[in-house]
């Protein structure tokens, strides 16, 4: 009978049976492909003792200041965006101002709108919604 040969695998250092002729350093593809991105990356380093991943040759993260030059890119890129949108837009697309708002209000707060697409009677009123008796009137345009 032979003596079976136990391998450590050389990312999670598990003891394995090796299914192949050659050496194999991993237990599985999983292992392979976990310490291949690690090795890549040189970021994750798993330990032998506490198998606990630990940074190692980390690029130190670096926090820019702010500049004025910086600002003022930010500032006159801003402001492009804003101009180019408010000229591409048309105007039956915009948001509506304050102004439009109150200009709204105090139209609906009339008794009477004139309804455009009625013709005017014989005696030559126009027609309007009353929208406190929420009926059409004739009447006189001033």
């Known amino acids: 009978m032979k003596d079976r040969k136990f391998y450590t695998c050389e990312y999670c250092y598990k003891e394995f049976e090796p299914k192949r002729r050659r050496v194999q350093r991993y237990c599985s593809n999983t ?46 890129g801003i402001l492009a965006v804003d101009i180019l949108k408010n ?31 009625m013709a005017p009677n014989a005696f030559g009123q126009y027609p309007y919604f009353d929208l406190v008796e929420g009926v059409v009137v004739y009447l006189r345009s001033n």
């Not at 890549?40 to 190692?56: H, R």
């Not at 591409?88 to 697409?117: F, V, W």
């Open 31 to 76: 292992c392979r492909s976990k310490a291949y991105h690690a090795r890549k990356t040189s970021a994750l380093v798993t330990t032998k003792s506490d198998k606990v991943s630990v940074l190692e040759n980390s690029p130190e993260t670096s926090i820019e200041k702010m500049s004025l030059p910086g600002v003022g890119n930010a500032a006159v």
């Open 87 to 117: 000229i591409i837009t048309k105007e039956s697309n915009k948001p509506a101002t304050k102004g439009d708002l109150t200009q709204l209000i105090e139209n609906l707060n009339r008794r009477y709108h004139l309804i455009k697409n």
